[in-house]
């Protein structure tokens, strides 16, 4: 593993050095109609409109209706990333999620079906909010590699599914959507580095089940639950790690990042790695205050907005970069291939 040079070294990975570099040229998203104001949720529990944005970010989240799963999202955000990308198929299917339709099937084989590309390999990868920069670390050995040509990677979920609108502490954060991307080898520009990495030891600070009272024990409904104050220190020293190690790989110093596409957990946690990072703000791309946290959706969703709206161009050296549950962690540095038109 290269060594680092300024920041701790908590990542596998390293620069890419496989026989060609894996590169973005198409990408999508969907989100539900259905929407959940700050407003909504003082109806649900006792909290405000002033709290929610002064500690998060958020005002709005998305939330699917009857009959909208994951893989409806994903399928919607995969096809739009497909014709974009002028594709009638692809060699494999990744759909990074933690709210699968159903435990089996994979939500992928379902996409799969929705899509029409049978034949192929479809599976699903789990790890929480880092679900799609794991995709990109796969995708970049896949692909630079030689195994595949080309991967439809899909980050998507349904949490407003999971979470218990009982539970303050937790229910203003997240939201539903899918972002997708059609990856394969570019001639110029692709995947710089890749870094990812777990610490199962930090399983019970995010975590599907009931509430751990004062005591410890376990009471009450199914939600997610999060210790919000340690998730919050490990989320920003690890994404900080994150990006070092990435630029040191990829010899890129922080001035050279034009963009940042961070995962959208709490908008504090994205400006105090903006800050520590010495990367400004407004190189950081940000929708959390309309999405909340999508988990494995919020990098996809956030980069088909980059890209859709103009603010990521041909050559811009990009890092992505996500922390979740399990604990996960990991990103990219990516240097933009103009994607498909759109
Ligand atoms: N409205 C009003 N008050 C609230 C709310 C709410 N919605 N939620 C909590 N509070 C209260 C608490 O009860 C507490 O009150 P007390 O002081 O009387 O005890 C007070 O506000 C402060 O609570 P904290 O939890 O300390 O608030 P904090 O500023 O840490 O913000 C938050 C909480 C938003 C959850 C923050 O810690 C956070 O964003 N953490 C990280 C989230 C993250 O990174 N997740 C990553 C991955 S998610 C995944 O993988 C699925």
């Known amino acids: 593993m290269p060594s680092v040079s300024t920041f701790p070294d908590t990542t596998a990975g390293g620069a890419a050095t496989p026989a060609r570099l894996a ?10 109609d259905g929407v959940i104001s700050n407003a909504d949720l003082e109806q649900l529990v ?37 014709e974009r990308a002028g594709v009638e198929t692809v060699d494999a299917i990744i ?11 994979s939500t992928a084989c379902l996409v799969q079906r929705r899509l029409n590309l049978p034949g192929i390999p479809a599976f699903d990868v789990n790890a929480a909010c880092s679900g799609f920069v794991y ?3 796969l995708a970049n050995s896949l692909i630079g590699q030689g195994a595949i040509n080309s991967l439809l990677l899909i980050g998507a979920e349904s949490l ?7 539970d303050r502490s937790t229910c203003v954060l997240f939201g539903d959507g899918a972002g997708a991307a059609v990856l394969g080898p570019v001639a110029s520009g692709g995947m710089r580095a890749v870094r990812w990495a777990a610490d199962g030891g930090g399983s019970d600070l995010i975590y599907h089940g009931p509430k751990a009272g004062e005591d410890g024990a376990m009471s009450g409904p ?4 999060m210790l919000g104050k ?14 070092g190690a990435l630029c040191a790989d990829a010899g890129w110093s922080p001035d050279d990042i034009d963009v940042v596409i961070p995962h959208q957990a709490n908008l504090r946690i994205i400006e105090a790695v903006s800050k520590r990072i010495g990367v400004p703000l407004s190189r950081f791309m940000v929708n959390i205050d309309r999405m909340g946290n999508t988990s494995a959706a919020s990098i996809p969703i956030a980069m088909d907005e980059a890209a859709s709206t103009g603010r990521l161009r041909d050559s811009d050296r990009v890092i992505f970069v996500g922390f979740g549950a399990g604990i996960t962690w990991g ?3 990516m240097e933009w291939t103009r994607p498909a038109s759109r």
């Open 331 to 333: 990103g990219a540095a």
């Open 222 to 225: 199914d939600g997610l639950r």
């Open 46 to 82: 006792e909290t405000s409109d002033a709290w929610i944005l002064e500690r998060t970010g958020i005002s709005q989240r998305h939330k699917v209706g009857a009959g909208v799963t994951t893989s409806v999202l994903a399928a919607a955000a995969g096809r739009m990333a497909m």
């Open 95 to 105: 759909v990074a999620t933690c709210t699968p339709d159903t435990f089996v099937p």
């Open 160 to 166: 407003t599914q999971l979470v218990d609108y009982t």
């Open 135 to 137: 995709g990109l670390a």
């Open 230 to 243: 340690g998730t919050f220190r490990l989320a920003v020293e690890r994404m900080i790690e994150t990006v």
């Open 23 to 32: 590169g973005i040229l198409a990408t999508g998203s969907c989100v539900p």
